[in-house]
């Protein structure tokens, strides 16, 4: 049985713990989330935000793309089908394994590799867009990092759109009734969620940064903020995504979309 705790790591083992939980964990989180993220659709959110209404990319044809935190590639499959010549990064060799069968499964071919974040294998200036759907930013150790490692391969004039769990859902349980409506921690308390088996290791880790904090790490980086959006749950959707349901979607944010370029 997993505990969850709020503690301190270092960062090899956030980055471990990480790769072990999306290698043991990809099949079923395919299988849990596959048809409602699509094989080759862009969804930024539970909420069920998608790029084909939002256009939060703006046109993506002609345009060279990084995903970071690209999962099953599904939303790199979604940008090649528009035209663009996506890249997807990812952390975790399951995941990719099940993006290729996606890409059998669909016709359409993704351009995937296996890295962390945290230490982009690409050139300076190599893209025109960046992109990440809850991809890696929550689960690294240092994502000041991920910041300055995305600010360096944008060509100046290049967008980087990120989303994540809004910071405000940190004071409150994962839980998706109304016992996730009473603020238990404090939203200043920045140690990482942590999961830890019976011997005290971690197996699944989730680090938090305030609002200010996020804003402060893109800034740092040499980017500018365009736009905060705050997704609010639509009054058609009762799909419940763990702990996001209609009933907390409809009081508290869940999601926080950062939209942010490089200047050129």
Avoid: N
């Avoid at 939303?75 to 060799?93: F, T």
């Amino acid at each position: 049985m997993l505990t969850p705790v709020r503690r301190h790591l270092t960062a090899g083992d956030s980055l471990a713990a990480s790769r072990a939980w999306w290698e043991s964990a990809a099949p079923e989180y395919q299988a849990e989330h596959g048809e409602f993220l699509g094989d080759a659709d862009f969804l930024w959110c539970p909420e069920g935000l998608r790029e084909s209404a939002a256009r939060l990319l703006g046109d993506v044809a002609g345009q060279r793309v990084l995903e970071v935190g690209a999962g099953a590639g599904q939303c790199s499959r979604w940008l090649v089908s528009h035209g663009a010549a996506a890249v997807g990064v990812d952390v975790s060799a399951a995941q990719l394994r099940h993006a290729r069968e996606l890409d059998r499964r669909t016709g359409v071919h993704t351009v995937l590799v296996q890295a962390d974040a945290q230490q982009l294998p690409f050139a300076s200036a190599s893209f025109d867009l960046a992109c990440s759907a809850y991809g890696a930013v929550p689960f690294v150790s240092d994502s000041a990092a991920v910041m300055a490692e995305v600010s360096r391969v944008l060509r100046p004039g290049g967008r980087w759109v990120f989303s994540l769990t809004h910071p405000i859902r940190w004071c409150f349980a994962d839980d998706p009734g109304e016992g996730g409506l009473v603020a238990q921690t404090s939203y200043f308390d920045r140690r990482p969620y942590v999961e830890v088996d019976e011997a005290g290791r971690p197996t699944y880790v989730e680090h938090h940064r305030t609002l200010g904090d996020r804003i402060r790490e893109v800034l740092a980086a040499g980017l500018v903020i365009d736009d905060l959006i705050e997704p609010e749950w639509p009054a058609d959707h009762d799909r419940p995504w763990g702990q996001w349901s209609p009933l907390r979607g409809r009081i508290l944010p869940g999601t926080a979309v950062f939209l942010t370029h490089k200047p050129g």
